[in-house]
T-cell receptor
Framework: EDKVVQSPLSLVVHEGDTVTLNCSYEVTNFRSLLWYKQEKKAPTFLFML????IEKKSGRLSSILDKKELFSILNITATQTGDSAIYLC???????????FGEGTQLTVNP | EAQVTQNPRYLITVTGKKLTVTCSQN?????MSWYRQDPGLGLRQIYYSMNVEVTDKGDVPEGYKVSRKEKRNFPLILESPSPNQTSLYFC??????????????FGPGTRLTVT
């Protein structure tokens, strides 16, 4: 059974801090790993990672995948209160039809 | 505007009373999927559809049915809802899972309470 584990489950920081969110996975036929941000509504797409060692970057957010060690990290630099959300990691298997999500990391950024 | 819509957004019902949650997308997407989200369990896939008339079970299909008669619609049916189906439900769609990369668009969610 495919499995995705995120850590920490909850994190409270101050504005300006840098945070690292972790996602480890076990999946039989790996295709890609995705990160989503969920505020008080539907998840919104952040990144898709398919190759090891290639950093994806969008503004203050960046992510990288290690397919040998089966994990990914999501970094957020210079955090803002608007970064407060649940961050979800999901793994897609080869056929593309199934997404397995982790529990999510609840990030709270205090002013 | 490209979007996934769900109705209703909120529903309180009683055990055993059949209900349908509708999902519609206007992006001509082939792939659609239903998830439920529960505290401590994250998002879990209920059913998915690769294209019209093609549906398959996800991780937690028990107690649910789906159909895909048209490309744009993917309703979720609870024939006899039970309290353990109280949850937040999301419908999602993407262009095609045959492509090497795809973004899955989520609907706004339906909060269902079964008493």
């Amino acid at each position: 059974e495919d499995k995705v584990v995120q850590s920490p489950l909850s994190l409270v920081v101050h504005e300006g801090d840098t945070v690292t969110l972790n996602c480890s996975y076990e999946v039989t036929n790996f295709r890609s790993l995705l990160w989503y941000k969920q505020e008080k509504k539907a998840p919104t797409f952040l990144f898709m990672l398919t190759s090891s060692g290639i950093e994806k970057k969008s503004g203050r957010l960046s992510s990288i995948l290690d397919k040998k060690e089966l994990f990914s990290i999501l970094n957020i630099t210079a955090t803002q209160t608007g970064d407060s959300a649940i961050y979800l990691c999901a793994v897609q298997e080869t056929s593309g039809s199934r997404l397995t999500f982790g529990e999510g990391t609840q990030l709270t950024v205090n002013p | 505007e490209a979007q996934v819509t769900q109705n209703p957004r909120y529903l309180i019902t009683v055990t055993g009373k059949k209900l349908t949650v509708t999902c519609s997308q206007n992006m001509n997407h082939e792939y659609m999927s239903w998830y439920r989200q529960d505290p401590g369990l994250g998002l879990r896939q209920i059913y998915y559809s690769m294209n019209v008339e093609v549906t398959d079970k996800g991780d937690v299909p028990e107690g649910y049915k789906v159909s895909r008669k048209e490309k744009r619609n993917f309703p979720l049916i609870l024939e006899s809802p039970s309290p353990n189906q109280t949850s937040l439900y999301f419908c999602a769609s993407s262009l095609s899972v045959r492509r090497p990369s795809y973004e899955q668009y989520f609907g706004p969610g339906t909060r269902l309470t079964v008493t």
